[in-house]
């Protein structure tokens, strides 16, 4: 079992930074990523890494605002996001799997955080 732990979420004006964490615990995971959920909405992919070189994939919403990274310890992911908007705002849940992958589907992903809130609002 691999345990999710996501801090960070903020309530934010337009155009602000704020970056999120995640870290986990348990077995080892290969694969870290990031989803988001909005009232009313379906959960949707935000960007994920992968261990195998670092390589990245993200939302072209978010493309060019946001930056999903790597800690030092191979247990970490950040969500660096910049020029925040009204329209990111959401609970955001941090994802993990054992296998390599930059897959965009949620039902691939085994393991899911409890989720952090983020609020961008004037």
């Known amino acids: 079992q691999v345990h999710l732990v996501e801090s960070g979420g903020d309530l934010m004006q337009p155009g602000g930074s704020l970056r999120l964490s995640c870290v986990a615990s348990?077995?080892?995971?290969?694969?870290m990523g990031w989803f988001r959920q909005a009232p009313g909405k379906e959960r949707e992919f935000v960007a994920v890494v992968s261990w195998l070189g670092g390589s990245t994939s993200y939302a072209d919403s978010v493309k060019g605002r946001f930056t999903i990274s790597r800690g030092n310890a191979k247990n970490t992911v950040y969500l660096q996001m910049n020029n925040l908007k009204p329209e990111d705002t959401a609970v955001y849940y941090c994802?993990?799997?054992?296998?390599?992958?930059?897959?965009?589907?949620?039902?691939?992903?085994?393991?899911w955080g409890q989720g952090t809130q983020v609020t961008v609002s004037s």
């Open positions: 994802v993990a799997d054992e296998r390599i992958s930059r897959v965009k589907d949620a039902d691939y992903y085994h393991y």
């Open positions: 348990g077995r080892t995971v290969n694969t």
